[in-house]
C-alpha cells in the first residue's frame, strides 16, 4: 500500500524503513524507550508496518500484528515531534483503519494519553488504557 498527500506518503513498503531512524523515533517513546534495535528489527519482520515519509525521510511509523483473519494489534504509533500538528498521526490512523487487508477485523490497541485520536477512527475506550474497535464487515 502506498498513499501520496502532498510532500508526503505513507508506505508498507517496509524495505524503505531505516531501522536507525525507526529506534531514534522509539527511542524517544514511554514505551520502547530502551527496546534495542535488534528487537524493532525482529517485530517489524513479524508485522504489517506503515511508515511515514516526508521526502526519503520517515517521520512516522505504525505497526500492526495479526492474525490476518479475526484481529489485530495496532502499536509503535509514532509520529517524530517536528513534524506533529500537521496531521500526519490522523492520517497514518485512518491508512490503518482502512487498509483492505485489516477490514472484518476486531482491533485492539493501547494508549495513555492519544484516545481521541483513535476514537475518531472507530476505537472504543474499555478497561484501563486498552481500545477496541468492532470487526465491520
Known sequence: MEL??????ISTDKELISMDRLA??????????????ETIETSLKNS?????????????????VTDHATMYWLCDVIVDPEYRGQ???????????????????????????AHGLYEKYGFQKTAGNFMRRSAKR
Not at 531514534?24 to 534495535?37: D, P
Not at 504489517?48 to 500492526?64: I, K, P, Q, S, W
Not at 490512523?93 to 493501547?110: P, R
Open 4 to 9: 501520496s498527500f502532498g510532500e508526503y506518503k
Open 24 to 37: 531514534e523515533l522509539l527511542h524517544q517513546t514511554y514505551w520502547a524507550h530502551s527496546r534495542s534495535k
Open 48 to 64: 504489517l508496518c506503515f511508515g511515514v515519509y516526508h521526502h526519503d525521510t520517515m517521520v512516522g511509523f505504525a505497526r500492526v
Open 87 to 113: 496531521g500526519l498521526g490522523k492520517k497514518l490512523i485512518e491508512s490503518v483503519a482502512e487498509t483492505d487487508e485489516l477490514q472484518g477485523m476486531l482491533g485492539v490497541l493501547a494508549t495513555r494519553d
